[in-house]
C-alpha cells in the first residue's frame, strides 16, 4: 500500500506541476525527507533479498529458486549468482548491525538468515551447498560473495561458526581451478584471493596482483573508463565489476602492504570521476541510458556510485545528499512496475519488469540479483550527511530546470 501510495502521489504532483509550466518536477518520492527515502530503500532491499535468504536459510533454495534464461544449460551456476551478487550489495547494511529502531531489529533479522544461508551455501552435506569450482562462471560470483564477505566482516564473517568459516574459505579455493579470461575476469581472481589474504593472512600473490597490473599498465583509455581487457566496450562493467573490485583489492593491498597498493590514490580519483560521470547519466525523471550489454542488472548499474558514496570517495563537487536524491529517483523509477517480480517475490529477467528479451543468454534468475549492489549506500548510517541532509536536486535536474551548473571536465592523465 505504501509503495502504491507514493506512485499514486507521484502522479498527482507531476500533474500538478506540469500545469504550473514547471518542465521538470522533482519526482514525488525526492519530495521526502532522508528519512523517507532510506525507508524505502530498506524496503525495496528486503523486497529484493526475502525469497534468496528465506530459502537458503531453510535448504530450500535449490529447491524452490526458478530458473528463467535463453540458455537451459547453466541452472546449476544460477544460485549462486543470487546468494554471491545479493550479499555483495545488502552487506553493508547488515553491518551496522542490530539496534532496538525498527530498521536496526529488521537487520537483527537478515543478519541471522544471512548467516544461516551462508553456513548451508558452504557445507557439503546441505542440499544448498553451491557451486564453486566448475568451469568458468562460479568464478564470478564467488568473487562477488568475498567482496560481499569483505563489506561485512563482523556481521557475516564474524558470526559463522569455526566450521562454517572453514567451509567458506574451502570453497573460495576451490574456485582458483577456474582460469579467468583476459578482461574484467581477472578481478574477480584477484577479489577472491585479496578476500583471502584478509580471512586467512595468506592468498596466491600472483593471481591477486595480475589482475590489478593489466588494468593499472595495459586497459586504461583514460578520463576514468578501463577497457573490458584490450577493447573497449560502451556499457557498464565499468560500474558492475572494474572500479568497485579494483578500488577495493586495492585497499587490501594496502593494509597488507603488498606491492602494486600504491597504485590505490590514483584509482580512488578515477573512480571519483566515474562517479559524477554515473550521476550525470542520471535523467530529471530517474532514468538512465539503456545501453550495452547486462542492462538488466538494474540498479547495478550504479554500484561504481554506490560505492564512491559508501567509502566517502565523492569528489567535492557531488554532494553525498545529491546522490542520495538522484538513486532514490533511479530506485522509485525502476522498480515501481510489479512485473519486477514472480508471484512468489523472486525477481524476473529484464530491465523495468519482465523483458527477457533484453537479456543475453548468460543471464538467468540468479544474474539479475546484482541489482542489489546499487544500494551499498544503506551501509552508511542514517546520521551520514549521505542520509541526514536535506534535498539536493542531481545535475539533470538542475539542468533541464534552468539551473546555472558548473561545467564538466574530464580527468587529466
Not at 583471502?196 to 591477486?208: N, V
Request: charged share 20%; net charge neutral.
Amino acid at each position: 500500500m505504501e509503495k502504491q501510495r507514493r506512485i499514486i502521489w507521484g502522479f498527482v504532483l507531476f500533474f500538478f506541476f506540469g500545469c504550473m509550466g514547471k518542465a521538470y518536477a522533482q519526482p514525488a518520492i525526492a519530495l521526502d525527507s532522508g528519512e523517507a527515502q532510506r525507508k524505502m530503500w530498506v524496503e525495496q532491499l528486503v523486497q529484493i533479498a526475502n525469497p534468496v535468504l528465506v530459502n537458503l536459510s531453510q535448504q530450500t533454495l535449490k529447491a524452490r529458486m526458478p530458473y528463467e534464461s535463453k540458455d537451459l544449460s547453466r541452472r546449476k551456476f544460477s544460485h549462486l549468482e543470487a546468494v554471491g551478487r545479493l550479499i555483495c550489495g545488502i552487506a553493508p547494511w547488515l553491518e551496522l548491525g542490530p539496534d532496538d529502531t525498527p530498521e536496526g531489529k529488521l537487520r537483527a533479522k537478515y543478519i541471522n538468515l544471512a548467516v544461516k544461508g551462508l553456513t548451508h551455501a558452504v557445507d557439503p552435506a546441505s542440499p544448498d551447498f553451491l557451486e564453486f569450482k566448475e568451469p568458468y562462471q562460479p568464478l564470478v560470483d564467488a568473487a562477488f560473495l568475498a567482496q560481499g564477505i569483505l563489506r561485512a566482516p563482523t556481521q557475516l564473517w564474524g558470526n559463522l561458526s569455526p566450521d562454517a568459516q572453514a567451509n567458506l574459505i574451502a570453497a573460495l579455493k576451490s574456485s582458483r581451478n577456474i582460469k579467468p579470461w583476459e578482461n574484467n575476469w581477472l578481478l574477480f581472481a584477484s577479489m577472491i584471493e585479496a578476500t583471502l589474504l584478509e580471512l586467512t593472512g595468506e592468498c596466491d600473490t600472483a593471481r591477486l596482483q595480475y589482475g590489478v597490473r593489466r588494468f593499472r599498465d595495459d586497459w586504461y583509455k583514460g578520463d576514468a573508463l578501463y577497457g573490458d581487457g584490450p577493447a573497449f566496450h560502451q556499457d557498464y562493467y565499468n560500474s558492475f565489476v572494474i572500479h568497485p573490485m579494483l578500488t577495493d583489492v586495492l585497499r587490501i593491498m594496502q593494509k597488507h602492504g603488498i606491492e602494486g597498493s600504491d597504485f590505490l590514490p590514483e584509482q580512488e580519483k578515477r573512480l571519483a570521476r566515474y562517479a559524477v560521470q554515473l550521476e550525470r547519466f542520471i535523467s530529471p525523471e530517474g532514468t538512465f541510458p539503456v545501453v550495452g550489454r547486462s542492462i538488466v542488472y538494474r540498479t547495478g548499474v550504479f554500484h561504481a556510485l554506490a560505492q564512491a558514496s559508501l567509502l566517502h570517495q565523492l569528489p567535492a563537487q557531488l554532494a553525498p545528499a545529491q546522490v542520495r536524491c538522484a538513486l532514490t529517483a533511479v530506485i522509485s523509477r525502476q522498480f515501481q512496475s510489479e512485473a519486477n517480480f514472480d508471484a512468489q517475490g523472486w525477481l524476473r529477467v529484464g530491465f523495468t519488469g519482465t523483458q527477457i528479451d533484453m537479456a543475453e543468454t548468460y543471464i538467468n534468475t540468479g544474474s539479475a540479483y546484482l541489482c542489489a549492489t546499487g544500494f551499498l549506500a544503506l551501509g552508511l548510517p542514517p546520521t551520514d550527511p549521505f542520509w541526514s541532509d536535506s534535498f539536493v536536486e542531481w545535475t539533470n535536474l538542475k539542468a533541464w530546470n534552468g539551473v546555472n551548473v558548473p561545467a564538466d571536465s574530464a580527468l587529466k592523465p
